[in-house]
């Protein structure tokens, strides 16, 4: 990158800290192992058909679980599951779900206990962006129950103040 690049890929860093975003672990399954991954960028695509995207650097380890099997579920944590958006953000090699309660969904697929929604999902498309991928998939279940999400905002985990704007 050339001095020009390196300040706007900063002033772009600098800017995306402003932005507001939910929390999720992304797992997958490739021969029978089970991996996951902190994500704040995921979002909503189509309701016909539910489809959503999330996008993933090439260079993580869970990239090759998700791109090789062409499935994942995403699970949205709740304002009380930090320690897990930091275990799973971590460079831990092994044991990720060590003490974990989790429930297996399509696939085998590791559904984290206390999310706030999970979406279980089918790969239709990736992208390769730059260092990223962006995965489009079909949302093949999805559940939820009430309860605070868990935020990320100016490079901290934070608490949604859940009260409506007048
Ligand atoms: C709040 C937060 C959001 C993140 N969002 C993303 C993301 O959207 N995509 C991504 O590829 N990595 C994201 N990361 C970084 C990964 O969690 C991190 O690189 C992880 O260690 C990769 O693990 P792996 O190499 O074992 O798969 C995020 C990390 C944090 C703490």
Known sequence: MNDRELELAH???AALRSVPTGVAVVTAVREGEAR????NAFTSVSLEPPT?????????????YIAHSRRFALNVLAADQREIAERFSGK?????????SVERGIGGIPLLAGAVAHFECAVSQEHAVGSHSI???????A????G???GYFDGAFRSFALERTS
Request: proline share 2%.
């Open 52 to 64: 959503l995207l999330i996008c993933v650097n090439r260079q993580a380890r869970s990239y090759l």
């Open 143 to 146: 559940t939820h129950r009430a």
């Open 135 to 141: 995965f489009i998939a079909e949302v093949e279940r």
């Open 11 to 13: 002033a772009t860093r």
């Open 92 to 100: 831990r090699r092994e044991m990720q779900f060590e003490g974990l």
């Open 36 to 39: 996951g991954i902190t994500i």
């Open 148 to 150: 605070e999400p868990l």
